[in-house]
Nanobody, 124 residues
Framework: QVQLVESGGGLVQAGGSLKLSCATS????????MGWFRQAPGKEREFVTA????????WYAGSVKGRFTISRDNAKNTMDLQMNSLKPEDTAVYYC?????????????????WGQGTQVTVSS
């Protein structure tokens, strides 16, 4: 089991930026896929972005493409999410996730381990 801890959430005005980080407990991540999901009150958990740890290949939801950037740091075993041009509709709890499958990176079912989540609130 992989332990994941998110940090970096907070309150920001529309148009602003935030950077989320996900710290991991394992040093053998070469075969993993990592993802960011978000969940707003009353809504289902939604795919945001994912990265293949071995080569850095990325996937993005259409709603965040061009505004958000996912990255990983092999030396630190951390994954970051840089969020720019934030909108009120980006308000949600953001979760990082880890899994060994790449069959459906946009599905929560693809991931076995989850962090506790960090709140992002964007005011208008």
């Amino acid at each position: 089991q992989v332990q994941l801890v998110e940090s970096g959430g907070g309150l920001v005005q529309a148009g602003g930026s935030l950077k989320l980080s996900c710290a991991t407990s394992t040093r053998t991540f070469s075969s993993y896929f990592m993802g960011w999901f978000r969940q707003a009150p009353g809504k289902e958990r939604e795919f945001v972005t994912a990265i293949r740890w071995s080569d850095g290949m990325t996937w993005y939801a259409g709603s965040v493409k061009g505004r958000f950037t996912i990255s990983r740091d092999n030396a630190k075993n951390t994954m970051d999410l840089q969020m720019n041009s934030l909108k009120p509709e980006d308000t949600a709890v953001y979760y990082c996730a880890a899994g060994r499958s790449g069959l459906s990176v946009s599905s929560p079912n693809n991931y076995n381990d989850w962090g506790q989540g960090t709140q992002v609130t964007v005011s208008s």
